[in-house]
């Protein structure tokens, strides 16, 4: 059921700079519990090189119902952690911070994207090897969890992935409400009966388990999980709008509880440590909305049809892979191009912005059109 197969989206955002903000301020002796370590890489090889000193995040939301309280599970309408078995994953967000640490770029995966997923031992039988196939990208980290979804990530955008981070539905919703709530605008009345969201159009401010309801909704518009990517998009931006408005990084309470929600439920690869996270604080400190662009994957065909698998989403043949060229190389999504100035004009040129990846900065209105 869709209710039960619910959109994970990880507050990047906050990730980015709430919570590597929390440990620079806090130094790890205040924030209780510990980060649980994943072996994310496993044994790949032949990966990708790193041309420079670029990060690039996967961040995943995760089907897992740890942490969350009985009234929690029913207010979201979902099962417990017992008829959640497995291993799902619906949001998939690429994250690449600038070599200069005063950039990010926030990229949205289709859960349907048609992909390659390597060969691979068996879910239910190691001994035995599964050849590598045509599938959906959702499904790599079904058949073999976080190493799998990074070799095909990797395989199919030649873009290295240095940390792998995960969360589940609890540590989401402790992070929103440790936030005090996180304002969305609707242009539409939702009534969702996937996500059980019931929203008038206008302004909101949602607590921790709206919010989930929120990110994970896609059946009142058309849109399915494009409109709910965009809306996971302008969410990252409510967010970090939040934190840099609101005196939030100067709030060590603030921060304690923000971090001590982060880790609930939250996993990282394991070469993912505190001096980095430490590190990457101290860098990112001019690190604004402006600068952090929210976008989607260039799509070709949203419906694209392949036996065996149904419908799927392909990727745009020309944009992507020259998307991840930029991301591989640490350059502009956007381009401004200034004419050539003639000998006899004495007219000043105008600058054209061209954002050919349809790109969103953070600091745009939360209740600007969804593209």
Not at 111 to 124: F, G, M, N
Not at 252 to 281: C, G, H, R, W, Y
Request: aromatic share 4%.
């Amino acid at each position: 059921m869709k209710s039960t197969r619910a959109i994970r989206i990880i507050t990047s955002l906050s990730l980015g700079v709430v919570l590597v903000s929390a440990i620079s301020w806090l130094g790890l002796g205040q924030v209780s519990g510990a980060i649980d370590r994943i072996d994310a890489f496993g044994s790949l090889q032949s990966r990708p090189d790193k041309p420079n000193k670029a990060l690039n995040y996967l961040l995943v939301g995760a089907d897992t119902r740890e942490g969350l309280t009985k009234e929690q599970r029913k207010l979201l309408r979902v099962g417990s952690t017992k008829t959640a078995a497995g291993s799902r994953s619906d949001t998939m967000l690429l994250v690449h911070i600038s070599k200069s640490r005063d950039k990010a770029t926030i990229i949205s995966i289709p859960r349907d994207s048609l992909v390659t997923i390597p060969e691979h031992p068996s879910s239910s039988d190691k001994t035995k090897i599964v050849p590598a196939a045509k599938g959906k990208i959702n499904a790599a980290f079904a058949f073999g969890g976080p190493p799998l979804l990074i070799q095909t990530i990797e395989n199919e955008s030649g873009v290295r992935i240095d940390h792998y981070i995960e969360i589940g539905f609890a540590g989401f919703a402790g992070m929103v409400d440790a936030l005090g709530g996180i304002e969305v605008c609707t242009k539409k009345d939702i009534n969702d009966p996937g996500s059980h969201l019931v929203l008038p159009a206008g302004i909101h401010t949602l607590n921790g388990i709206e919010s989930l309801k929120y990110v994970r909704t896609r059946d009142f518009d058309g849109m399915g999980d494009l409109g709910r990517m965009q809306r996971q998009q302008q969410f990252m931006g409510a967010v970090l709008r939040k934190v840099t408005s609101t005196g939030v990084l100067l709030n060590p309470i603030k921060l304690v509880n923000f971090f001590n929600a982060a880790i609930a439920t939250v996993k990282t690869d394991a070469q993912l440590n505190e001096s980095d996270l430490l590190t990457l604080a101290k860098q990112m400190k001019n690190l604004s909305p402006s600068k952090m662009r929210t976008l989607t994957i260039p799509l070709g065909n949203v419906n694209a049809r392949v036996p065996g698998l149904g419908s799927v989403v392909t990727w745009d043949p020309v944009l992507a892979p020259e998307l991840f060229n930029r991301l591989r190389e640490d350059l502009p999504l956007i381009d401004e191009v200034t004419p050539s100035p003639s000998a006899s004009s004495s007219t000043k040129l105008m600058t054209t912005v061209i954002d050919k990846f349809k790109t969103r900065t953070a600091d745009e209105s939360p209740c600007g059109a969804l593209k």
